[in-house]
């Protein structure tokens, strides 16, 4: 006998609660939404459409957040490390030109880390659109795979 979350995957306080968990952990790093969702495609038989879009909403919110603090109009004690966000800077000022480009295999991949491309995005003024759009479209392709994959696991084994 197996766990199942079917019975609360298609309430409003699991979609509410997916949203949230988007929120944290885009700014808490030891929360790890990939865990997340890993358990809710292979553990339940919610629709995978709104689980990404309000994951995906959630944790572009909190990359907002990150956004602002880097301008300095939030003030957040939640930063990366300075070496870190160095690395990032660095990563910029290699690809200026193509920064859309970097946000987006940022929030596919991690590399270099989101978290702190967020906060440096902020820092180094970059338009808010030029942040948002790539970011939004990586995240919601990432958090897709692993819902798809997670899904496609749970029925092969």
């Known amino acids: 006998m197996g766990i199942n979350l079917d019975f609360f995957a298609g309430s409003s306080h699991f979609y509410l609660g997916t949203f949230v968990v988007g929120l944290l952990s885009g700014l808490v790093p030891v929360i790890n939404i990939e865990v997340y969702l890993v358990a809710v495609g292979s553990l339940s038989g919610a629709s995978p459409v709104p689980v990404v879009l309000l994951t995906t909403l959630g944790q572009m919110l909190s990359k ?92 092969a084994f």
């Open 64 to 155: 907002c957040i990150l956004y602002l603090s880097g301008q300095g109009f939030v003030k957040l004690s939640l930063w990366p490390s300075w070496k870190s966000l160095e690395r990032t800077r660095e990563s910029f000022d290699r690809h200026k030109s193509r920064t859309e480009g970097l946000v987006f295999i940022s929030a596919l991949t991690g590399i270099p880390p989101f978290y702190a491309l967020s906060v440096m995005a902020g820092v180094m003024r970059i338009p808010i659109l030029r942040f948002l759009v790539p970011g939004t479209l990586g995240r919601a392709l990432r958090f897709s795979v692993v819902l798809w994959a997670s899904r496609f696991l749970k029925t």
